[in-house]
């Protein structure tokens, strides 16, 4: 029986330089960046330096203006868009800011998403689909009567947890999360951190989570100032 060993470096980042469209100045300029498998990564850093501009170069949104980015033995930069698509919807899941929920589905359609645009992340789950789903929520304190409304009528602090299911069903082999705490009181909070440690274990899921909370960076075996990595400095980027 042959046994297939994945590459224990799950991302791996030189010199990578981006700038958005018309800026003069790049937002990134990030010498080196390895992550390991089964990695769970805290990025902090002050508004303006580049966090979110990170992990939009990790899921392949947008691409580096220069350097060499691999997530999962994939260098994403010669992938089409559509390539880049199949590419996060396959392996990643992505708890974005501003959720990117669809309004007019279900809060259990919302979080059945990716299995539907992917075999892949299907596999990953045990048994019925929306079973799955059910348990997440559950985990994540959303009450029953609240799974077949559409997203749109929950409150921002609900919907932040649904996206939050969303990105964790099928065992992604990485997870990236921005801010997915902020609208989360203190009880949901701990709620969704256990569930995402949890979850993140089971599968030796890798973990990249941005966030500008001090108290969570504990949680963490590694722990960056992206201020620090950052050639660029926040004081150019703010004015």
Not at 78 to 97: C, E, K, M, V, W
Not at 122 to 126: A, L, P, Q, S
Not at 135 to 140: A, D, P, V
């Given at each position: 029986?042959?046994?297939?060993?994945?590459?224990?470096?799950?991302?791996?980042?030189?010199?990578?330089?981006?700038s958005w469209p018309g800026n003069t100045t790049p937002t990134l300029e990030l010498p080196a960046l390895t992550v390991k498998q089964g990695e769970h990564v805290f990025i902090k850093g002050p508004s303006g330096c580049g966090k979110s501009t990170l992990l939009s170069l990790l899921t392949g949104i947008t691409t580096s203006d220069s350097g060499f980015l691999k997530v999962l033995d994939t260098e994403l930069s010669?992938?089409?868009?559509?390539?880049?698509?199949?590419?996060?919807?396959?392996?990643?899941?992505?708890?974005?800011?501003q959720f990117n929920l669809l309004p007019y589905l279900s809060v259990i359609d919302n979080v059945i998403l990716p299995c539907q645009f992917s075999k892949q992340r299907?596999?990953?789950?045990?048994g019925d689909?929306?079973?799955?789903?059910?348990?997440?929520?559950?985990?994540?304190?959303?009450?029953?009567?609240?799974l077949e409304k559409p997203v749109v009528e929950l409150s921002i602090g609900q919907q932040q947890r649904v996206a939050a299911a969303r990105a964790l069903i099928g065992k992604p082999?990485?997870?990236?999360?921005?801010e997915p705490t902020s609208s989360l009181d203190f009880a949901n909070r701990t709620a969704f951190l256990e569930l995402l440690m949890e979850q993140a274990e089971e599968a030796?899921?890798?973990?990249v989570f941005v966030s500008?909370?001090?108290?969570?960076?504990?949680?963490?075996?590694?722990r960056l100032n992206l201020q620090?990595?950052?050639?660029?400095?926040?004081e150019v980027l703010s004015k």
């Open positions: 029986m042959t046994i297939h060993h994945q590459t224990d470096t799950v991302i791996e980042l030189k010199d990578v330089r981006f010669p992938l089409s868009q559509t390539q880049r698509d199949r590419f996060r919807a396959d392996n990643i899941g992505y708890i974005f800011q299907k596999h990953g789950v045990d689909l929306k079973q799955q789903a059910r348990q997440l929520l559950q985990r994540l304190h959303l009450a029953e009567e609240l082999r990485l997870i990236i999360a921005d030796n899921s890798t973990l500008h909370d001090p108290t969570l960076e504990a949680l963490f075996n590694t620090d990595l950052n050639q660029v400095k926040t």
